[in-house]
């Protein structure tokens, strides 16, 4: 084991790419494994706009001099902090140039299996070789966690909103989109403009809209009564997105509940031209029996009042979200979950983001429950990223300072 690095990051995501930057400047050796922005890479619809604004879709560097600005300018993209939303494929190559400048060194290879060994832990890739390292953080997105009400799955001609990446490949046919968050209203914004004949159906009797963004030069008394942070307005937002190491504090339910249903389904302002008298909606719907037709799908629906309808479509778009479920990690060995304290089938960790298992660290969407919403965006990379790499460097401190010796011991 004497190969065996410091740290092994499983994710090139935001928060995986965050970490390297913090723990290469603390110079802890590490190994990273994954391939880099592969969320919004493969999972994302083409023509998609990030939801959060310029400024708060920064990944994370010590000296916090590769933000998302700081790349528009070197590449002549345009950029605003505020109210101009950000392309995905800028957000895309950001990713790539960030990796390339502060986590330079990732092997693009799979990690398989996670399994504890003599004290440390034993990674095997997908290349056929394994890795040793004293510590392993899990930084993955929420790529595992697509979830698809049971009556949705199985049928062929229904996919989860993750798996809308070429919105034009559905020119000229008829698909219903289900939700009435950000994905649903731009996965059908981006359908209807790439030719298909689109419908949402949701069950709630209204669409949400966010407002625009309050700007920082508002008067104090303003920005007192409603502040401005990385995930929205207001004092609620305020602290779940700046106190994430407060939030942890909170009763367990309470924060179950809250990395739930903060922030709940709206769409952003900027969207709401491109969907209102635009997109028909079937308001008040609940999902019954879906079944195929005629080469496409019939999806069976209960109104407010108990009334039957029936939608047909070539295809159903499913925008119902992720939900976080350790037992969807299938590269974490039985054994070692089984060592996993857990909160809401989620990882429950302390405040240093380590699991029940000494050495074993998760961070990002699949500890929601226990920072909160901020880690479900990437906004809270930097918190995420800056905690754990602190904590990593202290641990290799530690092992490194020999133990003092007894008096009296020497030379017994």
Avoid at 6 to 32: M, T
Avoid at 115 to 138: K, N, P
Avoid at 330 to 358: C, H, K, M, W
Wanted: net charge positive; glycine share 12%.
């Amino acid at each position: 084991m004497s190969d065996a690095v410091d740290v092994a990051i499983v994710g090139a995501g935001p928060y995986g790419l965050s970490l390297a930057a913090h723990l290469r400047a603390a110079g802890v050796s590490f190994r990273q494994f994954g391939q880099p922005m592969h969320l919004w890479r493969a999972q994302m619809p083409r023509g998609m706009y990030l939801k959060s604004q310029g400024f708060a879709s920064n990944l994370s560097d010590p000296a916090g001099t590769h933000t998302l600005a700081a790349f528009c300018r070197q590449t002549g993209r345009p950029y605003a902090d505020y109210g101009l939303p950000v392309p995905l494929d800028t957000f895309i190559a950001y990713g790539d140039w960030f990796a390339a400048e502060q986590a330079s060194g990732i092997e693009q290879t799979m990690v398989t299996s996670v399994a504890g060994r003599q004290g440390q832990f034993e990674l095997s890739l997908a290349d056929g070789s394994t890795a040793r390292a004293r510590r392993v953080v899990i930084a993955v997105g929420v790529e595992h966690f697509a979830y698809l009400p049971p009556g949705l799955s199985g049928e062929q001609a229904v996919s989860h909103s993750s798996q809308l990446t070429e919105p034009s490949a559905y020119a000229g046919m008829r698909v219903a989109v289900i939700g009435r968050g950000q994905s649903a209203l731009e996965s059908a914004a981006l359908l209807q403009e790439n030719g298909a004949e689109v419908e949402i159906i949701t069950r709630s009797q209204e669409l949400k809209w966010n407002g625009p963004p309050l700007l920082p030069d508002r008067p104090l008394h303003q920005r007192l009564r409603e502040p401005e942070a990385g995930l929205g307005s207001g004092w609620s937002t305020w602290f779940y997105s700046r106190q994430p190491g407060v939030f942890r504090h909170l009763p367990e339910q309470t924060r179950i509940y809250r990395a739930r249903t903060a922030l709940g389904p709206a769409g952003a302002s900027w969207l709401r031209s491109r969907v209102e008298g635009q997109i028909p909606v079937r308001y008040g719907q609940t999902i019954g029996a879906v079944s195929s037709a005629s080469g496409g799908v019939a999806v069976s629906l209960a109104g407010p009042s108990g009334e039957r309808s029936q939608v047909t479509a070539d295809h159903v778009v499913a925008a119902t979200g992720y939900r976080p479920d350790l037992r969807r990690l299938g590269f974490v060995g039985a054994e070692l979950r089984a060592g996993i304290q857990t909160v809401a089938n989620t990882a429950a960790v302390d405040s240093g983001y380590q699991t029940t298992v000494p050495g074993l660290y998760v961070i990002g969407p699949a500890v929601a429950p226990v920072f909160g919403p901020v880690m479900r965006f990437v906004y809270g990379s930097d918190y995420a990223a800056s905690t754990v790499a602190r904590r990593l460097t202290a641990a290799r401190s530690a092992a490194a300072t020999p133990a003092p010796k007894l008096a009296g011991v020497a030379g017994r």
